[in-house]
């Protein structure tokens, strides 16, 4: 079975004028017209609620192997430029809009958003009902489906045989599938500051940005890096990114930042990154329902109090207590940060140790901007690290030169009378 389709010509923008079938897992169907590429593709079934940032959904790694329904009514509207992809490619496996923008509009659009699915092999289709989709998803959780259009349109039962037979989002590993084959170095700008190895298990392309922006020079590693390739950046700081797939079958990230946790080095985790933290920390994970994805998530800092509306992309959680510390092969932990529509953890930090995580996505291109600071906490954990080791040096130097040659530091006449 394919997740992708060649595209199909001659269809006017806005959309095709055929027939299009949205079959989900439990028998649902919703009838459409076709939009982007014309054929069949299957994936988990999610809704993004964001009004915005339709390019850099398409292209988050971290929707591999998923087919998106947006909530906002209309799609499209200005367009597709080349500035805001995410990625070097678009990952969803398929779209679901309910008005197709008939004409795009924007000074920095290049091509329309249906030119661009379909240029892409995205198979997709605009379907009057997403209010219906939505609240369907909402009381049934996420769940397989299959858009079928042009020539793979076929009897009801046959297509939904065919949706049963796709894998499940449980127990899929794919942060190897869509991670960064080689290494590659995000420079700094202006002056360097700080250098950070970043594990690339599904990354977004803002935000070795954020950190570039803030004089770090990123090195963006594969997802199958080791705690030894880490730590033989001598970093000054881990980050481990976003990514897709199950976080239970994720093995090999959780034993790198194991070992990078047994070095000390300063580490920051956003969204899959969040989930490896949690399971290197002895804390499972779950599934979530019907998962949170859009850019108006109210997440609060449990610490502070403040509440900052985030954007998020996940279905998978952290399972742990949300009240107090709790003991970890590291020492203290707990829960920094808890959406409030749920109450699902959306942040970890470690007491005692330069350590923590975040469930959602502060670099947040689209926007809004509301936690882009914790880029900064990052930092100043990579600073005082750097001024605790320089302070610890200082220390060894002194003990070292007191129990040298005590004699090295007397003058030549109390030598004489020693």
């Known amino acids: 079975m394919s997740e992708r389709s060649e595209r199909a010509g001659g269809r006017p923008a806005g959309g095709g004028t055929g027939t299009a079938v949205l079959v989900l897992e439990d028998g649902r169907v919703f009838h459409g017209?076709?939009?982007?590429?014309?054929?069949?593709?299957?994936?988990?079934?999610?809704?993004?609620t964001g009004m915005t940032g339709y390019q850099e959904t398409l292209t988050d790694p971290s929707y591999h192997r998923q087919i998106?329904?947006?909530?906002?009514?209309?799609?499209?509207?200005t367009g597709v430029n080349d500035a805001d992809p995410e990625s070097s490619r678009v990952w969803v496996a398929g779209y679901?809009?309910?008005?197709?923008?008939?004409?795009?509009?924007?000074?920095?659009?290049?091509r329309s958003l249906d030119d661009y699915l379909?240029?892409?092999?995205?198979v997709g289709i605009a379907i009057p009902g997403t209010r219906a989709l939505t609240?369907?998803?909402?009381?049934?959780?996420?769940?397989?489906?299959?858009?079928?259009?042009?020539?793979?349109?076929?009897?009801?039962?046959?297509?939904?045989?065919?949706?049963?037979?796709?894998?499940?989002?449980?127990?899929?590993?794919?942060?190897?599938?869509?991670?960064?084959?080689e290494p590659y170095v995000v420079p700094a700008r202006g002056a360097k500051k700080y250098t950070v190895a970043a594990v690339d298990l599904g990354i977004k392309s803002m935000t070795p940005q954020r950190m570039a922006e803030r004089g770090c020079e990123v090195h963006v590693l594969p997802a199958t890096a080791t705690a030894a390739d880490i730590l033989a950046l001598d970093p000054d700081g881990v980050f481990f990114s976003n990514g897709p797939g199950d976080p239970a079958t994720?093995?090999?990230?959780?034993?790198?930042?194991?070992?990078?946790?047994?070095?000390?080095?300063?580490?920051?985790?956003?969204?899959?990154?969040?989930?490896?933290?949690?399971?290197?920390?002895?804390?499972?994970?779950?599934?979530?329902?019907?998962?949170?994805?859009?850019?108006?998530?109210?997440?609060?800092?449990?610490?502070?109090?403040?509440?900052?509306?985030?954007?998020?992309?996940h279905g998978f959680a952290v399972q742990a207590p949300l009240d107090g510390a709790f003991d970890t092969p590291y020492g203290p932990a707990e829960v920094s940060h808890v959406n409030l529509n749920d109450d699902c953890v959306e942040g970890l930090r470690l007491v005692d140790r330069p350590a923590f995580s975040v469930q959602y996505h502060p670099e947040a291109a689209a926007g809004p901007h509301d936690s882009a600071g914790l880029f900064d906490r990052f930092c100043a954990l990579m600073e005082q690290s750097r001024g605790r080791e320089s302070a610890a040096a200082g220390e060894g130097r002194v003990v070292r030169a007191a129990g040298e040659e005590p004699g090295a530091t007397m003058s030549t006449e109390t030598k004489k009378n020693a």
Request: aromatic letters at 8%; a neutral charge; glycine letters at 14%.
């Open 33 to 48: 017209t076709p939009y982007g590429a014309e054929g069949e593709t299957f994936g988990e079934m999610v809704f993004n």
């Open 68 to 77: 998106v329904a947006m909530t906002a009514p209309h799609i499209g509207n």
């Open 96 to 110: 679901v809009v309910r008005e197709p923008a008939r004409v795009h509009s924007n000074w920095r659009a290049t």
């Open 118 to 122: 379909a240029d892409s092999g995205v």
């Open 135 to 181: 609240r369907h998803l909402r009381e049934r959780g996420a769940m397989r489906a299959g858009i079928f259009s042009g020539g793979a349109v076929a009897p009801v039962e046959e297509l939904l045989e065919r949706v049963r037979l796709s894998p499940s989002m449980e127990g899929a590993d794919l942060a190897e599938q869509v991670s960064t084959a």
């Open 250 to 313: 994720a093995d090999g990230p959780v034993e790198a930042l194991r070992g990078v946790l047994d070095a000390g080095r300063p580490f920051f985790g956003i969204c899959f990154g969040n989930q490896i933290f949690g399971r290197a920390l002895g804390l499972g994970t779950y599934k979530l329902r019907y998962g949170h994805r859009g850019v108006n998530q109210p997440v609060q800092d449990r610490r502070t109090g403040k509440v900052e509306i985030s954007a998020h992309n």
